[in-house]
């Protein structure tokens, strides 16, 4: 029997405050990226967007990510979550690592102040994973649970590594340049965690949402060793022979990994018993178009020979995947769990229970919040593409106004009355 | 001739009630979503019911359990009652009734 707890005070109050929280940064992030269009015309490798990435990765992704899996690991696991206080402790560490942090990028203050903001990021990290992995084991090891806790070591390793490029900034001591650590960085980062902990959790959510028969996991174990052998090649490659040359091939064998997991995916969606989608599984589902685009993306950054396009690509690439891929699915899947707990929270006495989770929040807002994204984004993509600021700041705008309708109806779940 | 038994009507009538019980997500109730396998009633035993969920490890599956508790509880005050939560045989859509299937929108 699953005994999630979630009408415990504590355990409400700390995953709504990792939603707020994230949709407070990605407001933040959408504000950043309309001050700053122009850095979107440039090299990746600048202040302004190493500080929205961060933002957009930690603070908006990873922050959403951390509360929904503190509401969904032991969904997986059967479990308690192991400390619900040592969960609090972390998020302050993350929050304020990640505030620090992106305002050293923003004026790139590579000084103390980063070198203070890197290592206390690192400790919430390390304190989400205690919390991850303390958290009772299956009983019967799930492929779901083996992506997560893997998941999570690469977002272990993502953070040494960046906090290793950040004493690099003043006490150089890394062998090779800057920008080969940040291609490991980036790599291990969104593939290594994001990706890994998305297949995760979504491998055991969808078929559950969409009511699907059950399916064969075999596509999602050869997902899981494509994936983590890929990683683990890209990684001693860049560190132990000091080479990114061949990292276009191991992408491929990760390639090869995301393609088993949407057919999965795909399987799950065929044989739904659920016909007409809700409007937050029709987003989940849009989210896996993204991921495919971004392998397209990803594979003609290598094919171009040129230097500027490559640069363009690159671009693009990061957008795909965090403002692309992770933002939609997230938006979909906020309105799937977040009324969830909410609800259980507020309708705990079984004669208030007429009124379901979704009528928590704005149908109507969530359907119009997807043309104003989906134009914004494409919009915005284009603006990098033909490197043209017009468009960039009509994105922009776009993204603002998105960030905002998310921002009131997440609000609406949590101060929803009955 | 009674058609049924003492037992039998009160079994129907649990039958009934627990169309009160919604799964949360789907928003139908659990008979017509066919995840009651069996309703029993003794007068040793009182009631005893069998039930699985649409898929194991469902975050919902506490909130079902809880709400059967309440219902019973409501309204069958002269027996105690056990619920149990099974996974054999494996819920799948032929389980729905034809009301939860035109609910669901399924063909």
Redesign the interface.
């Known amino acids: 029997?699953?005994?999630?707890d979630?009408s415990s005070r504590l355990s409400f109050r700390l995953i709504s405050l990792h939603y707020i929280t994230a949709t407070i940064n990605f407001f933040i992030a959408s504000i950043l990226i309309l001050c700053s269009v122009e850095s979107f015309l440039g090299h990746y490798f600048n202040p302004r967007l190493l500080s929205i990435t961060h933002i957009l990765a930690l603070g908006w992704g990873g922050i959403m990510i951390f509360g929904a899996l503190y509401?969904?690991l032991p969904?997986?696991v059967?479990s308690k979550l192991y400390n619900i206080k040592l969960g609090f402790v972390a998020f302050v560490f993350i929050l304020l690592g990640v505030f620090l942090l992106s305002f050293c990028f923003w004026s790139f203050n590579v000084g103390v102040l980063m070198q203070i903001a890197a290592p206390i990021l690192l400790i919430g990290v390390f304190l989400f994973s205690i919390n991850v992995f303390m958290t009772s084991a299956p009983k019967k090891k799930t492929i779901e649970y083996e992506f997560v806790v893997s998941a999570i070591l690469w977002l272990l390793v993502t953070c040494i590594v960046g906090v290793l490029m950040v004493f690099n900034f003043e006490y150089v001591f890394l062998s090779r340049e800057h920008l080969h650590y940040l291609t490991l960085h980036a790599h291990v980062g969104a593939f290594g965690f994001f990706l890994l902990l998305i297949i995760g959790v979504s491998s055991?959510l969808i078929?559950?949402?969409l009511?699907s028969?059950?399916i064969s996991n075999s596509s999602l174990v050869y997902s899981f060793y494509a994936i983590n052998l890929g990683l683990v090649l890209i990684l001693s490659d860049g560190f132990v022979f000091g080479s990114i040359d061949r990292i276009f091939f191991y992408a491929l064998l990760i390639f090869t990994g995301i393609l088993t997991y949407l057919y999965f995916i795909y399987s799950a969606y065929k044989s739904r018993?659920?016909?007409?989608l809700d409007i937050p599984m029709r987003k989940s589902m849009l989210a896996f178009i993204f991921i495919l685009l971004l392998v397209f993306f990803y594979i003609s950054t290598y094919a171009l020979g040129s230097i500027e396009y490559t640069f363009r690509f690159i671009v693009s690439t990061g957008l795909l995947f965090f403002m692309g891929f992770i933002s939609i699915l997230i938006f979909g899947q906020t309105f799937k769990t977040f009324p969830?707990i909410v609800?259980?929270a507020k309708f705990k006495d079984?004669k208030n229970?007429k009124i379901?989770?979704?009528d928590l929040y704005s149908e109507k807002l969530l359907q119009f919040q997807l043309p104003v994204f989906f134009i914004g984004f494409l919009v915005f993509l284009l603006g990098i593409l033909a490197q043209n600021i017009q468009l960039l700041y009509c994105g922009a705008i776009l993204f603002v106004i998105t960030a905002l309708l998310f921002f009131i109806n997440v609000m609406k779940i949590v101060l929803y009355k009955s | 001739m009674e058609l049924f038994s003492e037992a039998n009507k009160i079994e129907i009538d649990i039958y009934h009630s627990l169309k009160d019980v919604?799964d949360?997500?789907?928003?139908i109730n659990i008979i017509d979503l066919g995840l009651v396998y069996d309703i029993h009633y003794s007068f040793e035993k009182g009631i005893v019911i069998n039930l699985t969920l649409?898929?194991e490890?469902?975050?919902?599956?506490?909130?079902i359990?809880?709400?059967i508790k309440?219902?019973l509880k409501e309204k069958f005050t002269f027996c105690d009652s056990q619920v149990n939560?099974i996974w054999e045989p494996?819920w799948?859509?032929g389980f729905?009734t034809p009301a939860g299937k035109k609910a669901?929108?399924?063909?």
Do not use: Y
């Open positions: 029997m699953i005994n999630l979630l509401q969904l969904v997986i059967n055991k078929p559950m949402f009511l028969t059950p018993v659920r016909r007409v969830f609800w259980i079984t229970r379901l989770p979704k | 919604i949360p997500e789907l928003g649409s898929s490890g469902c975050p919902m599956g506490d909130v359990l809880d709400d309440a219902v939560l494996k799948h859509s729905i669901l929108n399924l063909n």
